[in-house]
């Protein structure tokens, strides 16, 4: 495999919900990425009450927020074929409506990974999602695993694409907790620039990214879900060390 696809695989990996490396030489590698993700959010929302005939009613519907850019910093670092890395979804406000007040999400991975071919790496990690509402904070977090894997086209072109999924516990701000599946995909086109310096490659990406939490629901609401759903096109920056 050549330098110049080794560099694009960079872009395919910064892919993921976090960001690891794969070097275009030697033995040990670190980048540093930034990720604007323009999304638009849609999440669930508990009703419990009666009709006009007095029974009762209880159902789950769905609310969504305007588009929204979130910012993705992420590191990492790569050894041979192993790899730590990390990512952070800064906090910031979503303007949902419908009589929803302060409204806020955060996000963090930390994982490790293996590179099982010099385009297909295999990562294991923690995930944490935080959302709060006027009621208080819910809490998102477990195990996920995943891949990435990236295609090189011509000219520093190449696709890339990358998926993660795992259980996860749903805390409320009750303390209750449920369980909930989470996953992530995303697909795209990176670029891999020549610079010099201390930098061996530097990798821009579009894409369109796509996560999605399902939730059991709890008590009035039994046997019910709740799916919260974050989607849209994203831009990156990946420097690679």
């Given at each position: 495999?050549?330098?110049?696809?080794?560099?694009?695989?960079?872009?395919?990996?910064?892919?993921?919900?976090?960001?690891?490396?794969?070097?275009d030489e030697g033995d040990f590698s670190a980048t540093v990425g930034l990720k604007a993700w323009v999304?638009?959010?849609?999440?669930?929302?508990?009703f419990s009450g009666y009709d006009q005939d007095l029974n009762d009613v209880n159902h789950v519907y769905?609310?969504?927020?305007?588009?929204?850019?979130?910012?993705?910093?992420?590191?990492?670092?790569?050894?041979?074929?192993?790899?730590?890395?990390?990512?952070?979804?800064?906090?910031?406000?979503?303007?949902?409506?419908?009589?929803?007040?302060?409204?806020?999400?955060?996000?963090?991975?930390?994982?490790?990974?293996?590179?099982?071919?010099?385009?297909?790496?295999?990562?294991?990690?923690?995930?944490?999602?935080?959302?709060?509402?006027?009621?208080?904070?819910?809490?998102?977090?477990?195990?996920?695993?995943?891949?990435?894997?990236?295609?090189?086209?011509?000219?520093?072109?190449?696709?890339?694409?990358?998926?993660?999924?795992?259980?996860?516990?749903?805390?409320?701000?009750?303390?209750?907790?449920?369980?909930?599946?989470?996953?992530?995909?995303?697909?795209?086109?990176?670029?891999?620039?020549?610079?010099?310096?201390?930098?061996?490659?530097?990798?821009?990406?579009?894409?369109?990214?796509?996560?999605?939490?399902?939730?059991?629901?709890?008590?009035?609401?039994?046997?019910?879900?709740?799916?919260?759903?974050?989607?849209g096109m994203t831009l990156g920056i990946v420097a690679a060390f």
């Amino acid at each position: 495999m050549s330098k110049f696809s080794k560099r694009i695989l960079v872009a395919a990996l910064a892919a993921l919900p976090m960001t690891v490396a794969f070097a275009d030489e030697g033995d040990f590698s670190a980048t540093v990425g930034l990720k604007a993700w323009v999304n638009n959010w849609s999440t669930w929302n508990g009703f419990s009450g009666y009709d006009q005939d007095l029974n009762d009613v209880n159902h789950v519907y769905n609310v969504e927020s305007s588009d929204t850019t979130a910012w993705i910093p992420s590191v990492s670092v790569r050894y041979k074929d192993f790899m730590v890395g990390g990512s952070y979804f800064v906090k910031r406000g979503y303007d949902i409506g419908e009589g929803f007040r302060d409204v806020k999400r955060e996000e963090f991975d930390i994982i490790g990974g293996y590179y099982v071919l010099p385009t297909l790496a295999i990562i294991a990690g923690y995930k944490e999602v935080d959302q709060w509402f006027a009621n208080g904070k819910y809490k998102y977090s477990g195990p996920i695993i995943g891949f990435s894997a990236s295609a090189p086209l011509t000219s520093g072109f190449s696709l890339y694409g990358t998926a993660a999924f795992g259980p996860m516990d749903a805390k409320r701000p009750s303390g209750a907790t449920t369980d909930a599946d989470y996953r992530l995909g995303e697909v795209g086109l990176a670029y891999a620039f020549n610079v010099g310096g201390g930098v061996k490659s530097l990798i821009g990406t579009i894409g369109y990214r796509s996560q999605v939490i399902v939730t059991d629901m709890s008590g009035v609401l039994s046997g019910e879900k709740g799916r919260d759903t974050t989607e849209g096109m994203t831009l990156g920056i990946v420097a690679a060390f």
